[in-house]
């Protein structure tokens, strides 16, 4: 058996009519089927969701859906055969998802999308000095305590959805525009730029994978291989980004997180993060908690009018 496809391919008696039966078989899937795939990143992924996702890699490369499915006749003929060749395999040969997509890519290159003009890059964020400013959008009221009743507390804890400044977890329910694209929620955005620079099809597919923002975690977690090599370095920076674009863009957060005053901000989390909060013990790094504090005193020295 051929351990690689361009081989496989080329091996006598392999004809363009034998990929006919993929084509036969799963029809609906050339006709741009809107199904999402789904796949484990294991061997054994079936037909069906293989060859939604090598399609999507098509699309995303410049090929259009079209009511006429035979329009992508191509692509879904490579991947019959890029999945049967995958199965024949012995198990000790099979190539993990990401080298096998990379492969395909790689010795069958798909036509390039036309380059559209480069959009300006979103400000960056540094981690020290002034904020840059992030466009405003309409957005939900915040769910926090009045300016009133917020001042003078030494400490506000955040994390359940049923208690006061929620709104502050990157899990409430206010979009966020960023690099002229909208996340559903500021984790959407935060799990994207794991993979934003160096794999934008999975940042892609993290953004619009649903609204709840469970689902951008899992997701982002089953592909953890492929977060970038640095996370662990830029991922405070990164964070302060986030929060910076989400209050900026939603004035009534603003006006909360102003409205907290001195107060130390917590986010109040299980044992399962220590990083981002204060861990099972209380005594864990807070970050989320310390870049919206970093952000309040940012807010403090800017124009009330911003």
């Known amino acids: 058996m051929a351990t690689d ?7 006598p008696g392999m004809k363009k009519g034998q990929e006919y039966p993929m084509v036969q078989t799963y029809p609906e899937l050339a006709s741009g089927s ?7 990143g294991e061997p054994g992924e079936d037909a069906t969701n293989f060859v939604r996702t090598i399609q999507k890699i098509a699309f995303a490369q410049g090929r ?18 890029a999945m049967r060749w995958y199965c024949d395999l012995e198990d000790d040969k099979r190539l993990s998802w990401s080298d096998l997509r990379r492969s395909l890519l790689q010795r069958f290159p798909l036509a390039p999308a ?25 957005a939900p009221v915040g769910l926090g305590l009045t300016h009133n009743t917020a001042q003078g507390l030494r400490s506000i804890h955040f994390y359940e959805i049923t208690k006061p400044f929620y709104s502050f977890t990157n899990s409430s329910m206010h979009k ?23 794999e934008p099809m999975l940042a892609e597919r993290i953004r619009v994978i649903g609204k709840q923002p469970e689902m951008a975690r899992r997701e982002a977690h089953r ?25 900026y863009q939603h004035p009534a ?23 981002w909060g204060n861990g ?15 952000l309040r005193s940012h807010l403090r020295s800017r124009p009330a009018t911003e």
């Open 64 to 81: 259009r859906r079209d009511d006429d499915w035979q329009a992508d006749y191509a692509v879904t003929c490579l991947a019959g055969s």
């Open 223 to 247: 592909f953890s291989s492929e977060v970038r090599e640095d996370w662990r370095e830029v991922r405070i920076h990164m964070m302060e980004q986030v929060v910076l674009f989400k209050f």
């Open 114 to 138: 036309p380059t559209p003009p480069p959009a300006a890059p979103p400000p960056p964020m540094p981690v020290s000095g002034p904020f840059s400013k992030p466009p405003k959008s309409k």
């Open 253 to 275: 957060l603003k006006a909360e997180l102003l409205a907290t005053g001195d107060a130390e901000l917590v986010l109040d989390s299980d044992a399962e993060d220590a990083f």
């Open 5 to 11: 496809f361009a081989s496989y391919l080329a091996k």
């Open 34 to 40: 809107s199904t999402e795939p789904r796949f484990s």
């Open 280 to 294: 099972a013990d209380g005594k864990g790094c807070n970050e989320l908690g310390k870049a919206l504090m970093k």
């Open 176 to 198: 966020v525009r960023f690099d002229g694209k909208v996340y559903p929620t500021s984790e959407h955005l935060f799990q994207s730029l794991k993979f934003l620079e160096h």
